[in-house]
């Protein structure tokens, strides 16, 4: 295992009727502004709940972040912040609105030219304005980490840094209870893959993260189908709300290696095409596994044991059916596992191609060892099938 530092300071308010608790999170003499995307939580019950909450607080709203926020929507918001003196912000969504609220925080307070630069040039983060958040689809664990991802045009880009880190989020189940069959698939499918680029790289007896990962893997692989046959299921949506929180809130990336090469790539599908993130991950996941087999040979054995039980037969069986598995899983999620299967050809490689090498994704992986022709070998091999 290699060594380490873990902290993480969200405080997690888990449970039905969690939502109350932020009254007594947010102090009392903040501005506050609620920031959301299409304006479902005013169907749902959680407008409702937040309005209740923030009774004795001053506040405003503000709507329309949309998946993949886009920096022009989100830049709209911190010119309301600045001009009407907001100092706390309330993230009321899923991982999309998150995100936007935690570049939102770092914009406001940013003290260059152009707030992109956070995103594009890497410019540092010295302050940012407080975040609670209210999780309603889970999928990114964006509520508990220091990440974001943000979309301008086709660019997709990403930025880390603790000033962004949640102070807070609650975790209420039931307000997933309003979501669509594409939205629950989609988190389950997102959250297993967070899972995975931490997990399947190679082996450094890390045995308590392995452990962690493969309870996440086996919890989403039994629990992601049950949610799309009963929805109503408040028991299996408190278990994959947990799970998606669990798979990237630090815990079990710490002391070990990580990929991460399935999202950079998936990065330039939802850029290019506009495919849905998680949809963009099933693709490409199959298509890593693949081609960096030797790579990944050992943590492929490992999975293919633990995960599924797959124990019978040569290493090259095992692997195959392991794959196989992971793929069949992905196939009951109703999410694409090819690129014909989201309407791409041949042709589209190219351009794929060219805007990871546009946004420096030239040494991706594990190993840093994924260059442009590996990344186009992937691509190929998740157009095939």
Request: with cysteine.
């Amino acid at each position: 295992m290699n060594p380490f530092s873990y902290h993480n300071p969200t405080r997690i308010h888990f449970g039905e009727g969690q939502i109350a608790a932020i009254t007594a999170e947010i102090p009392k003499d903040s501005k506050v502004l609620v920031l959301y995307g299409g304006g479902s939580i005013k169907q749902n019950g959680v407008y409702e709940q937040v309005t209740q909450a923030l009774s004795d607080h001053q506040w405003a709203e503000f709507s329309g972040i949309e998946p993949n926020p886009q920096y022009d929507t989100l830049m709209k918001a911190v010119e309301k912040i600045q001009t009407e003196g907001f100092d706390y912000l309330l993230a009321v969504g899923g991982g999309s609105v998150i995100d936007g609220t935690k570049f939102i925080a770092a914009a406001a307070c940013f003290k260059g030219q152009d707030p992109w630069d956070i995103l594009a040039k890497h410019a540092p983060v010295e302050t940012a304005l407080p975040i609670g958040c209210i999780l309603t689809l889970p999928a990114t664990g964006s509520e508990s980490n220091k990440g974001a991802v943000v979309s301008r045009g086709k660019d997709k880009l990403s930025f880390m840094t603790a000033k962004v880190q949640p102070a807070f989020a609650v975790l209420d189940p039931a307000t997933t209870l309003s979501l669509s069959p594409r939205q629950i698939s989609n988190g389950v499918v997102d959250a297993f893959v967070h899972v995975m680029e931490q997990y399947l790289t190679f082996p450094v007896d890390a045995k308590v993260q392995d452990r962690f990962a493969e309870g996440l893997l086996l919890t989403l692989i039994e629990e992601g189908p049950k949610a799309l046959e009963n929805p109503n299921d408040l028991t299996v949506r408190a278990n994959i709300m947990w799970s998606a929180t669990q798979a990237l809130n630090g815990l079990i990336g710490v002391g070990v290696p990580q990929d991460w090469a399935t999202h950079m790539i998936g990065h330039e599908l939802t850029g290019n095409y506009g495919i849905d993130h998680a949809r963009t991950l099933s693709i490409v996941l199959p298509a890593v596994m693949k081609a960096r087999r030797q790579d990944k040979e050992a943590k492929l054995l490992q999975y293919a044991e633990r995960v599924f039980g797959l124990t019978e037969g040569s290493a090259d069986t095992r692997i195959d059916a392991a794959i196989a598995q992971t793929e069949a899983f992905f196939t009951a999620m109703d999410v694409p596992v090819r690129l014909t299967d989201a309407g791409l050809t041949e042709s589209d490689i190219q351009v794929l191609v060219s805007s990871l090498e546009k946004h420096g994704m030239t040494a991706l992986g594990e190993h840093g060892r994924i260059a442009i022709a590996d990344s186009e070998m992937i691509l190929n091999t998740a157009l095939a099938h």
